[in-house]
């Protein structure tokens, strides 16, 4: 199995940045397509960026369009979403997850990934 952890999370004023990680042990993720969901107080998972096994395909739900940029460098072994232009609402945690496949598919649906990570807080203030 894979196991994964988030950091990076963090407290940040309305438009600044962070960059989540997102470290894989147990497996090398170069086996999997890798996604970021977020869930809200109150709300469902959301779909919010995800990459192919090759890193050369990216898919990003509504929530992290032209602001998050998703990446991978599977010689480290980790998984990055850089977020930039943060608002309130994007504050949420926000889970890695990894899905066994190496072609080009990456799912939108949190029950298609096999592996899931604690979650990282992300809070933006006004």
């Known amino acids: 199995q894979v196991q994964l952890v988030e950091s990076g999370g963090g407290s940040v004023q309305t438009g600044g940045s962070l960059r989540l990680s997102c470290a894989a042990s147990?497996?090398?993720?170069?086996?999997?397509?890798m996604g970021w969901f977020r869930q809200a107080p109150g709300k469902e998972r959301e779909f919010v960026a995800g990459i192919s096994w090759s890193g050369s395909t990216t898919r990003y739900g509504d929530s992290g369009k032209g602001r998050f940029t998703i990446s991978r460098d599977n010689t480290k072994n980790t998984l990055y979403l850089q977020m930039n232009s943060l608002k309130p609402e994007n504050t949420a945690v926000y889970y890695c997850?990894?899905?066994?496949?190496?072609?080009?598919?990456?799912?939108?649906?949190?029950?298609?990934?096999?592996?899931w990570g604690q979650g990282t807080q992300v809070t933006v203030s006004s």
């Open positions: 147990g497996r090398t993720i170069s086996n999997y397509a």
């Open positions: 997850a990894a899905y066994p496949n190496r072609g080009s598919y990456i799912p939108l649906s949190g029950g298609e990934y096999d592996y």
